[in-house]
């Protein structure tokens, strides 16, 4: 095996320095003492704006409406994701190509647009400020994600087990059940991640949609840095970080990353 010369390993140090120093920046930045975005060297490290993260009822508030937000899109897109990708995967009719370019469509259409025509639509139809279609838009623009990952593991599928668990009696939910979907769940355990982390974090098309009462946490942190300059932004992504990457390790221990994220068995 050919091992990296010292430019590529000069071109991967700069590029993973590129993109980690924003986040290290925003941790310092969350332990500064002062009221306003700065390093924390001279005043000393301070505790001060994460315990503001707790006496903010609005961020608190927030943060949970976007974790059940995103535990419910993310569940609804595998579920209809996964028949999906079987469908397209197993049968040849006509219309094919245009169905799949239908549901990867969201990642071709700016947020923006989508927030504006939903938007246009709720406003029409009189159902703003409803978890249920602030769910739907977040199932619409996340799907592709679940679809894809699904789409790789079961292409290829050797389908002999799933015969053979019908020709001995089974039927087809429980062949489903016990034979295709324990083949394909690295695929499945990924498109869910990978839908659940864009459902948390989509600002874009949500800030057009989200109420007073369905205020998701980026809806929220926008709206504190518009409104103040103080670190408790910097705090809260801070936690949200360090909580990820305690997530990924944990994943990672248990599963592996690459069983998740690339379905490799």
């Not at 943060?63 to 469908?87: D, H, K, N, R």
Request: glycine share 8%; aromatic share 12%; hydrophobic share 60%.
């Amino acid at each position: 095996m050919r091992k990296n010369g010292f430019f590529s390993l000069l071109y991967h140090a700069i590029f993973i320095g590129f993109i980690i120093a924003p986040l290290v920046v925003v941790v310092l930045v969350s332990f500064t003492s002062k009221g306003f975005i700065s390093m924390p060297f001279a005043e000393g490290f301070s505790l001060r704006w994460f315990r503001a993260i707790l006496e903010s009822t609005e961020i608190i508030r927030a943060f949970w409406f976007s974790l059940w937000l995103g535990l419910a899109s993310a569940s609804i897109a595998v579920l209809l994701a996964v028949p999906g990708a079987l469908a397209l995967t197993r049968y040849k009719f006509p219309g094919r190509g245009v169905l799949m370019g239908f549901f990867m469509s969201p990642l071709m259409i700016p947020h923006v647009v989508l927030g504006v025509a939903f938007l246009r639509f709720f406003t029409t139809i009189n159902v703003t400020g409803s978890f249920i279609w602030l769910a739907a838009t977040h199932v619409i623009v996340i799907i592709p994600y679940a679809l894809r990952l699904v789409l790789s593991s079961a292409t290829g599928l050797d389908r002999d087990a799933e015969r053979a668990a019908l020709s001995l009696g089974a039927s087809r939910f429980t062949a489903f059940r016990r034979v295709v979907l324990p083949l394909i769940l690295p695929g499945v355990a990924g498109g869910w991640m990978l839908a659940f982390i864009q459902s948390f974090d989509e600002l874009t098309m949500t800030v057009f949609v989200a109420t007073p009462g369905t205020t998701t946490l980026p809806v929220a942190m926008y709206n504190q840095i518009a409104q103040t300059i103080d670190p408790l932004v910097a705090a809260v992504a801070t936690v949200l970080i360090v909580g990820t990457l305690a997530v990924m390790l944990i994943m990672d221990r248990l599963v592996g990353l690459d069983r998740v994220l690339i379905g490799k068995n």
